[in-house]
């Protein structure tokens, strides 16, 4: 009998140990939050939402120690080093009307293998929306999930229940490489029950409603924002508010009584963010006409501060001047290891280049600098290496040879505190220009 997908092996593991490192060095911030909701022993599919391509696999793979499969879109499945990686992180394709007709044939054996893997207790992770989107809300749901979740309870009976586990994914930034990452696992929904309890309901009705479950407990776990016309201005809103330290505390302290209990990290941050949508949110629906005004005034601020290269933060902070004045220092402290920093990641960063000029979706981009990162770090240490060991005195090769590892994730969190410095600045400058809120 040949192996399944599912089969854990030892070099899985290794493997994964050494690309799920990678994949937090990624970030400046990577946090899990929720552990404890994950049901023991089951049958588990987890349900994500789906923003930022690759990425969001390879933040789930790392987010625990156990080995789980996957479900993604077959038209990722198009170049041999993709191939590779998917099938490493044991994702199987799973074909749409788009990919042509007859390829949905196929599915019925992916859907086979699918089950199986349920069956061994091993989670099946799906992106119920069926495509990724750089945004802070949520596609609708697809009958998919739903159709494999059915087939196994109907396996299994009663005797032994079959669980969907609603996770949210949020980044602070989709784009940007070394951002934040906040993954947080909701309370499980217990499919063979709700099966059992609405037994009277036709299949179809079943679903529906259980789709409008799942996309509320997802909603739940992210900065959620609704995907409307005005998605844009809420959004910036948000990010105005919660980068105000006074209105910070002040609802940080608010949220942390509701829940009671202390929040930390970024979920401080997504606490904020969504109290700040709410506010948004309830303000247009008592107010629309004033919402409406508000809404075009900060579109407007929007408009005019990516043009002018400013942050979002720099306008939120109470004296971006000063912040300025006092961040210059460690900018001038810092530049020597960032030229340093630049020189030995050059191979990494050109590379990574290289691939990028040829992808279209910005939604791939970190998911390339990860894999290029990956391949491409052990190269260009072992060549820095032999070059600092040639040509330098013992001690100092060996200093040189140390700092090459922080080095890549440097680079990039250098030109971030440059990019914000420079916003302060441009801030100060201009803020007389700006359109008033």
Not at 107 to 123: R, T
Not at 181 to 196: E, H, M, N, Q, W
Not at 257 to 277: D, H, K, P, S, W
Request: glycine share 4%.
């Amino acid at each position: 009998m040949g192996r399944k997908i599912q089969d854990g092996h030892f070099k899985y593991f290794f493997i994964k140990y050494i690309v799920d490192f990678f994949l937090r060095n990624s970030y400046r911030r990577f946090q899990v939050e929720g552990l404890e909701n994950l049901p023991d022993k089951s049958s588990v599919i987890w349900a994500s939402n789906h923003t930022n391509a690759l990425m969001d696999a390879l933040v789930l793979l790392a987010s625990t120690k156990s080995q789980k499969v996957f479900l993604g879109r077959a038209d990722i499945f198009n170049k041999r080093l993709v191939i590779r990686l998917l099938a490493f992180i044991k994702m199987m394709p799973i074909y749409r009307i788009r990919d042509g007709f007859n390829s949905l044939k196929r599915n019925e054996e992916v859907i086979s293998k699918a089950i199986d893997v349920l069956k061994d207790c091993v989670p099946l992770l799906i992106f119920p929306e069926a495509t990724h989107r750089t945004k802070h809300s949520l596609l609708p749901i697809t009958k998919g999930v739903f159709h494999i979740t059915y087939a196994v309870a109907e396996i299994n009976g009663s005797k032994k229940p079959v669980y969907i586990q609603p996770i949210g994914i949020d980044y602070g930034d989709f784009f940007r490489y070394r951002s934040t990452a906040l993954i947080r696992f909701g309370k499980p929904i217990d499919v063979t029950k709700f099966i059992v309890e609405n037994k009277g309901i036709s299949q179809p009705v079943q679903m529906r409603q259980f789709r409008e479950i799942l996309s509320r407990s997802l909603s739940e776990l992210i900065s959620f924002v609704p995907d409307d016309n005005d998605y844009d201005s809420i959004w910036e809103y948000a990010k105005l508010r919660t980068g105000n330290k006074a209105y910070f505390k002040k609802v940080l302290v608010k949220q942390e009584r509701a829940c009671g209990c202390r929040l930390n990290g970024l979920m401080r941050i997504q606490a904020v963010n969504r109290y700040a949508i709410n506010q948004a949110l309830t303000l247009r629906e008592q107010s629309p006409e004033v919402a409406a005004e508000q809404f075009q005034k900060i579109d407007k601020l929007r408009l005019w501060r990516i043009q002018n290269g400013v942050s979002v933060y720099s306008i939120a902070k109470k004296n971006a001047g000063l912040s300025a004045f006092f961040n210059f220092f460690p900018l001038i402290i810092g530049l020597p290891y960032f030229i340093f920093s630049i020189i030995v990641s050059i191979l990494i960063w050109l590379t990574a280049q290289l691939i990028l000029s040829n992808i279209k979706d910005e939604a791939f981009n970190n998911s390339v600098r990860i894999c290029v990162r990956l391949v491409m770090s052990p190269i260009s240490v072992l060549l820095w290496g032999v070059i600092f060991f040639i040509s330098m005195p013992l001690y100092m090769a060996i200093v040189a040879t140390i700092l090459l590892f922080p080095a890549c994730s440097y680079y990039y969190d250098y030109k971030e505190f440059f990019r914000r410095w420079m916003s302060d600045i441009r801030w100060t400058l201009r803020k007389k220009k700006a359109p008033k809120l």
